[in-house]
């Protein structure tokens, strides 16, 4: 019991086990001080050496954040980019559909192949998973073409809840 005079100041610590114990009275002891005054050492030096490596892990998290931020800004245009090139290559490879020319037609692969893949497919995700802009209205007839001329031939059918494949 430590005198009355210090025990304001008095803290009741609990070790993880005996050893720990024995180890830290050993190092206090090489140390030349009381296992109280090793452990306040200790403590103080820990907070005097954390603080500097807080500080810049802090001025790196805020960087990483910001950058992170430019990154999804940049994801976001580059996706952007893509659906609009992904529209005008499907555009390039279908016109026939919208020139209503005399000959062979030839059928989107992909359009084959996502029908084909089951389920119904309602019309936002079937340009979804075609990557096909939503806002193209030259893309829009193309697919809707297709899907006609699929549907002409019966392997394909539209209902209320979207298009599906029936050949």
């Known amino acids: 019991m430590p005198l009355v005079k210090y025990r304001s100041r008095q803290i009741c610590l609990m070790v993880p086990n005996e050893d720990v114990k024995k180890a830290w009275l050993t190092l206090a002891k090489e140390a030349g001080m009381t296992l109280s005054a090793w452990i306040v050492a200790r403590v103080e030096n820990s907070l005097f050496e954390d603080s500097a490596p807080i500080q810049e892990i802090t001025t790196q998290k805020s960087a990483l954040q910001e950058e992170n931020r430019k990154l999804r800004i940049d994801l976001g245009l580059r996706d952007a980019r893509l659906r609009e090139l992904e529209t005008e290559v499907f555009?390039?490879?279908?016109?026939?559909?919208?020139?209503?020319?005399?000959?062979?037609?030839?059928?989107?692969?992909?359009?084959?192949?996502?029908?084909?893949?089951?389920g119904i497919w309602p019309g936002q995700d079937l340009l979804r998973e075609l990557g096909v802009d939503v806002d193209d209205a030259k893309a829009l007839q193309v697919i809707h073409n297709q899907l006609t001329a699929l549907q002409d031939f019966g392997l394909a059918a539209e209902s209320a809840r979207g298009w599906k494949w029936i050949g």
């Not at 062979?104 to 893949?117: A, H, N, T």
């Open 91 to 118: 555009k390039a490879q279908h016109t026939a559909f919208l020139q209503n020319a005399d000959g062979e037609e030839m059928f989107s692969k992909g359009i084959v192949e996502v029908l084909r893949s089951g």
